[in-house]
């Protein structure tokens, strides 16, 4: 399998192209839209066509590419069932699973960061969006999110993975890569934790800045940024 990781300096978000063979289709989980050429680019290198673009969850921080990946490459776009994104052309729940060549994605509802969060799991790999980072989880004070169902979608669905599972996020802010299902579990502050009331405590006093044009940029994502010029 090729994995290649593509980092956005400006917002802290990896993006993540996915193939199985050379010649056969791709896919992407959280592509920027500012690093669309550099995605073309990979895809290109990799000799690989785009068949499924996937955001995790209804961006706040940059504005997707899943918009214009569609129409340059006619691929299908993908969100959860409950992202208010009326122009994905697939939306998927818990348990389902998405195919691109002979690629498996299952598809695990996982709530708190945002209503609509989900992860996906390939093989030994998770991308967790921002429900779980590395040494930290997503913000869940705003677009719906909820500390309860956060704990609830970490301890009882992500962190119920085999330990080995490769954790791939979708942001870091301290230069780490990948981490383990294991090592989130032992290492990762958040989760010491031995209640959802103790993890709500944590979340509820973050103190957290607002994301700088967090407005334009939810409205530009609820049309998958598909007329959004970059400045
Ligand atoms: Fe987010």
Redesign the pocket.
């Known amino acids: 399998m090729q994995l290649r990781q593509i980092f956005d300096a400006k917002s802290c978000t990896y993006t993540y192209i996915i193939a199985n063979r050379v010649g056969g289709e791709a896919l992407i989980i959280d592509p920027v839209f500012e690093k669309l050429d550099h995605f073309v680019r990979v895809l290109r290198e990799l000799d690989v066509k785009l068949a499924l673009a996937i955001d995790?969850?209804?961006?706040?921080?940059h504005v997707t590419g899943l918009g214009k990946l569609s129409k340059l490459y006619n691929c299908a776009t993908v969100m959860g069932e409950r992202a208010a994104v009326e122009a994905v052309s697939l939306k998927v729940k818990e348990g389902e699973t998405l195919k691109v060549d002979n690629l498996r994605v299952e598809v695990i509802y996982t709530p708190g960061?945002?209503e609509d969060?989900c992860s996906f799991r390939l093989n030994d790999c998770v991308f967790t969006?921002?429900t779980l980072l590395i040494r930290g989880t997503?913000?869940t004070d705003f677009?719906a999110g909820c500390p309860y169902q956060q704990y609830d979608s970490i301890f009882n669905k992500l962190l119920k993975l085999p330990g080995h599972t490769l954790v791939y996020p979708?942001?870091d802010y301290k230069g780490d890569t990948v981490s383990t299902i294991a090592e989130e579990q032992a290492f990762n502050p958040r989760l010491q934790v031995s209640c959802s009331t103790d993890y709500a405590n944590i979340m509820n006093n973050l103190n957290l800045a607002t994301p700088k044009m967090m407005d334009i940029v939810i409205s530009q994502n609820r049309k998958m940024g598909v007329d959004y010029e970059a400045r």
């Not at 995790?56 to 921080?61: P, Q």
Request: charge should be negative.
């Open positions: 995790t969850h209804l961006h706040a921080d960061h945002t969060s969006g921002d997503g913000r677009q979708g942001h």
